[in-house]
């Protein structure tokens, strides 16, 4: 379905050393094009290699956030599902202040 000499894939899940995974949630910052916090919750793991917003989430929020850029890049789910992205956010995450 999708070419791979093309598309980046990224596996948007991940497992423990042991073969346990232990996510935990905690909010985040995201600072809007205004220079403004916004405040999403995020889910956190124990190795997944690419940060992915939620597109219902990012709805809510994109007014408050700078355009999305195109993005060829394609998320394989735990399941195996290959999802293509809706775009690429660039910008600043905060994390208890860091």
Known sequence: MYDTDIINFFDV???GEKGEAIPFEKEIGLIGANGELVALKATFDD???VNVIDKVVFKEVKNQLSEPQPSQKVMRMANGVLIPSNGLWSGVVVVDSV
Do not use: H
Request: proline share 0%.
């Open 13 to 15: 899940y991940s497992v």
């Open 47 to 49: 190795c997944a290699m």
